[in-house]
């Protein structure tokens, strides 16, 4: 089973709460949310290395700074006492990304997003026996990632990661 993830925008976490009432998510159909289908690109890991090559310190990713909105309250720090059917367990989550990140996006140059998508696509995570990636695809989520955070710079909204099971 996998994780997938939403990117979308929102004025507050507040705001992005009001995701959970929309069925399938932010990036599903029908959806008003202005929102990116962003499938295996996690915001912990992959997110944050794609973040750290626009920055230019590429050998030094680290994990990306986002602050759980959803479920509500302190993330637990003892998992296996969680009952089975715990919100923190099931599912969905939504997490605001630092606007550092959002800023990292947004300020991309059109003209670096090939290389950029290249240099991504060659990251471990999109590596065998992790994964694959078709890099036309990767350069065209990238496009449409980086459009996104510029809207929410734009309209002086924050970014986030909705995901789920």
Known sequence: MGVSHDYFRAVDAPAAVRVMDQ???????????????????????????????ARGAEGRSRLLDATP?????ACPEHWEDLPA??????????????PAVRDALADVDNARLPDLAARWARIEEFQPPYGAVDEAALQAFLERLVQLARRARDAGERLYCWSCL
């Not at 069925?23 to 750290?52: E, I, N, Q, T, Y």
């Not at 059917?85 to 630092?98: A, M, Q, R």
């Open 23 to 53: 069925p399938g998510g932010p990036a599903g159909r029908g959806s008003p949310w202005d929102a990116l289908d962003g499938r295996g690109v996690d915001p912990h890991v992959v997110l944050a290395r794609l973040v750290a090559i």
């Open 69 to 73: 909105v959803w479920p509500a309250g």
């Open 85 to 98: 059917d715990s919100p923190w367990v099931t599912g969905p989550w939504i997490e605001e990304l630092d």
